[in-house]
């Protein structure tokens, strides 16, 4: 069965340091996505990044990347010089499927707190 | 180009009472999906809607059911509410390698 796992509850980063939020999942199919998403306090769910399960490169959107491991089922988050507005919830999801019919599960997220 | 939008945004209601949240893609995107949040949780997948059809669903009762208007815009309803519906209820619109979400509806079950 589908399922993801985040095992960090919380995280501390220095203002300007980067960090890696852990991500880890399950599933039999060979074609899923998996992304990235920011939930700050206002509840808005904030879409950061995305990668297929066939992609060769790591996805990279400005200061976010993905660093997916394909062999170890890991799709770790990086964000690098983080910033006093990165402090938020973020949620590991995958979608298995790519076209047609599909459901995304979450991960229970990791509250990452950002320090000046 | 206007994100996803959701009506409205708070509402309070009774137990037993029915209630109907509204959903409007981004535009382009044909596919929506429902999600529930409760507090301090991830979002937990309702079903999903495309051309109009459901076509996957999560593990919920048949309590929860929806619609898909041929201009893509979907619906939620939930009847008979109970206490343990009340939660942040989030709609997405999607194409393959992007999935964007509404700001939710804050449902409060009292």
């Known amino acids: 069965a589908q399922k993801i796992t985040q095992t960090q509850p919380g995280m501390f980063v220095q203002e300007k340091e980067a960090v890696t939020l852990d991500c880890t999942y399950d599933t039999s199919d060979q074609s899923y996505g998996l992304f990235w998403y920011k939930q700050p306090s206002s509840g808005e769910m904030i879409f950061l990044i995305y990668q297929g399960s066939y992609d060769e490169q790591n996805a990279t959107e400005g200061r976010y990347s993905l660093n997916f491991q394909k062999a170890r089922k890991s799709a770790n988050l990086v964000i690098s010089a983080s910033q006093l507005g990165d402090s938020a919830m973020y949620f590991c999801a995958m979608r298995e499927g790519i076209t047609g019919g599909f459901k995304t599960i979450f991960g229970a997220g990791t509250r990452l707190f950002v320090k000046a | 180009d206007a994100g996803v939008t959701q009506s409205p945004t708070h509402l309070i209601k009774t137990r037993g009472q029915q209630v109907t949240l509204r959903c409007s893609p981004k535009s382009g995107h044909d596919t929506v999906s429902w999600y529930q949040q409760a507090l301090g949780q991830g979002p937990q997948f309702i079903f999903q809607?495309?051309?109009?059809?459901?076509?996957q669903r999560g593990n919920f009762p048949d309590r929860f059911s929806g619609h898909q208007f041929p201009n893509y815009s979907s619906e939620l309803n939930v009847n008979a509410l109970l206490l343990g519906d009340s939660a942040l209820y989030l709609c997405a619109s999607s194409l393959v390698s992007e999935q964007y979400f509404g700001p939710g509806t804050r449902l409060t079950v009292t």
């Open positions: 809607y495309y051309e109009e059809e459901e076509r």
